[in-house]
Every structure is written in C-alpha cells, then in structure tokens.
C-alpha cells in the first residue's frame, strides 16, 4: 500500500505529512478513532482531515512524494468492534425505551453516547445493555448498503441522513435490528465484537443522559481489572468478594462514627487549652497575639472560643499554610502585607484570612508584628 505526500510541514502538532488522498481514517470523522500504523518507515501519531486534506502526524521527517504505508490492522479491528457495539447499543435504547442517541464519541479507552433524555433509570440501561448483548450473541450479519440519497431514505433508518450528506450513502444495517447511514469501521458479524458493557453513566448538558461502554477486547481488559481489584481488595479485607459490600459498609460506618467522636474530642480539647493558650499570648500594639501549632482537627475550633474574643489576633497552623482570625483589626489588609513581603499567596474578609506558605510560624509571627508595628505608628522596628 502506498501514499503519496504532497507536502511535509513543521507545526504545534510535530511533522505533519500532507496528501489529497490518503488510506488513513481521520481521527474524529463519525465520532470514531482515526487509523495509527506508518508511513515511510516513521510511525503515525494521528490524522486529521483540514481544508479537504488530510494531515498525518508523524513521529520523524519525510520528503514529499510516494511512500509505502502500513497500517495498524489490529488496531482497526478494534475500532469496527467499537463503532458496531455503538450501532447495536443506540438501537437498543430506542427499543427499550424510545430514547435517540444525539452524539457519538470514541476515546482510547472508551466510548461515550449521548442520549436525549435525564434522568434514565438504571433498569432501562440494564435492559437495554442485555438487548445489546442477545444481538452480539445470536452473530448476526453487518452488511453495507450504497445507494443514493432517495434510495437511502427508503431504509428504516434510526437517523435521518444528514443535509451535509452529498451523492452515494454508505448503509450499515446490522441484520433485523439496526439501519444506520455510517462512514466508519464496522464487524462483518455481530459475535466478533464479542461484548458491550456499560461501565458509567452521567446527566450532562441538562437534559443528556452520557453513557460510557466499552466493547470487544476493551470490555475483556475492563472485566480483567476489576476481577483482579477486587482479589486485591478482598485480600486486604480478609472477606469473600460475595460479603465485601457489607463489610466495606460496615468500614464506612465504624469510620463516620469515630469522625465524628474525634471531632467532638478535638473540640473539647480546644475549649480546654484557649485559656492556657491566652496566658501565652504575645503582647504587641495593645493586641495579644494567639498563636497555635498543632492538629488542624483541634486548632479549627480556636475560632469558635477566641474568635470572637475583644483585642485578640489568632493565628493558627493548617495543612496548606496559616488561618487568620481577628475582631479588632482588618484581618484582609493584614495577610495582603504580609503575602507582599515573604512572597505567598493568600487573601481573606476583614475578620478572617488564609495565608498559603511553607514558612515556619516564627517568620508568620516576626512578619505580623511588623505589620501591627507599621499600622500603629507608621514604622517598622
């Protein structure tokens, strides 16, 4: 197999090979995935169609002019076992449910259809799942028909051919079951796509409902992780793959409980140590500045018990940086001066701020009496 290069350019994409006509599908063209495999010894990266031209991506530089080309037949395969599977499930869902799939999208991993309505019982999705799957399992045959636009219209299609649709049109009808206008890759029987699963679904767009499959070798890699995440997970929990629901939720809940005991616990404890952490409050411009390094559980409940304290600056440690409290002075200017001098990010209201950094408490500290200093009477120490 050749193909001819008529033009070989540098861009954002890499080296882009250029042709009028080319024997690689374009990514994107139907929703479906575009061919990889080689041209002149250097691999396809990607292909897409621009101006009425095709553009190869490749991984290294060519000339113009005639090369051999290869093309990733496995891969290809794969791809017709996908666009089938899609075929088969979107008719599937009109029968069940008289629900229209409105979009198509074929990723690496898996694919996605957009159905016209939100929300959809899982029931319907279960049924029309096993209706997908009693039609790959009975191998029906895939034919192509080409005709004309009129004779086309004359098939029970699921979609009306689109206005952009110019001359002959390509008819994919999966034996007894399915009529669909369709330029892309498809099985020559049904029993080759071997399976269809639907592995998520989703509301998007407010009144879509997205469904994610996966198809052919890609559903059997699905099945294979999860069978080994759940030996894994049914491992680490010493219990049967049959009682780990349970077991997990039980898990949940003993966690939630003792959340919620530990919350309670830490906020006891930050009732306990505000006096002590008052008597040990820094002097500085009539304030007395509380500061607290500690667990986050406790020093998120300092707030709640000085917070609100007259003549009080409360600062306390956190995961990401410093919390800022304060009734008495703008808390919002404060942390913008100190974020300007040591250079960290941050900002908040009047009362309360954030100040993200990695810097030690010491130099928070040292910074915050400046500020205090600066704002009482003009100067720094």
Same mark, same amino acid.
């Given at each position: ?9 540098? %861009?954002?994409?890499?080296? !882009? ?51 051999? $080309? ?21 008719? $599937? ?65 699921? /979609?009306?051919? %689109? ?11 999966? +034996?007894?079951?399915?009529?669909? $206008? ?5 099985? %020559? ?25 996966? $198809? ?8 294979? /992780?999860?069978?080994?995440? =759940? ?8 219990? =049967? ?6 077991? @997990?939720?039980?898990? @949940? ?44 559980? !406790?020093? +998120? ?22 919390? @800022? ?5 703008? !808390?919002? =200017? ?48």
């Amino acid at each position: 197999m050749k193909v001819r290069i008529d033009k070989v350019l540098k %861009s954002k994409d890499g080296i !882009v090979a250029i042709s009028r006509e080319s024997p690689f599908y374009p990514d994107g063209k139907g929703g479906q995935l575009g061919d990889r495999g080689e041209i002149g010894g250097k691999e396809v990266l990607g292909v897409y169609q621009k101006d009425g031209l095709i553009h190869h991506v490749l991984d290294g530089g060519i000339e113009p002019g005639e090369h051999e $080309a290869k093309i990733d037949e496995k891969r290809r395969k794969e791809i017709a076992r996908q666009h089938t599977a899609q075929h088969i499930l979107s008719a $599937a869902f009109i029968k069940v449910a008289d629900i229209e799939t409105v979009s198509f999208h074929m990723g690496e991993d898996f694919s996605t259809i957009d159905l016209n309505a939100a929300p959809i019982l899982e029931n319907v999705i279960d049924e029309a799942e096993e209706l997908a799957n009693e039609v790959i399992l009975e191998n029906r045959l895939v034919l192509e028909h080409i005709a004309n636009r009129e004779e086309a219209e004359r098939y029970p299609l699921r /979609k009306p051919i %689109s206005e952009k649709v110019k001359g002959k049109v390509r008819i994919i009808e999966v +034996k007894g079951f399915d009529w669909s $206008a369709c330029g892309g890759f498809h099985v %020559s029987r049904t029993g080759e796509i071997g399976l269809v699963k639907v592995i998520n679904y989703e509301k998007v767009k407010g009144s879509l409902t997205r469904i994610y499959f996966v $198809a052919g070798k890609r559903a059997l890699h699905h099945f294979s /992780k999860l069978v080994k995440f =759940s030996k894994n997970l049914s491992r680490m929990l010493t219990s =049967s793959i049959d009682e780990m629901e349970s077991r @997990i939720s039980n898990m @949940i809940e003993n966690s939630r409980e003792k959340s919620a005991k530990l919350d309670k616990l830490a906020e006891e404890y930050a009732k306990v140590i505000s006096s002590n952490l008052l008597e040990k409050a820094k002097s500085c411009c009539d304030l007395r500045i509380v500061s607290f390094n500690g667990y986050e559980e !406790v020093g +998120k409940y300092l707030f709640k018990f000085l917070g609100d304290e007259p003549g009080i600056i409360l600062i306390v440690k956190t995961k990401n940086g410093y919390e @800022i409290g304060s009734k008495s002075v703008n !808390v919002g =200017s404060i942390v913008r001066k100190i974020n300007t001098l040591i250079g960290s990010k941050g900002g908040g209201s009047s009362s309360r701020g954030r100040i993200a950094t990695e810097k030690p408490l010491e130099i928070i500290l040292q910074e915050l009496e400046g500020v205090l200093v600066e704002e009482s009477d003009g100067s720094r120490p």
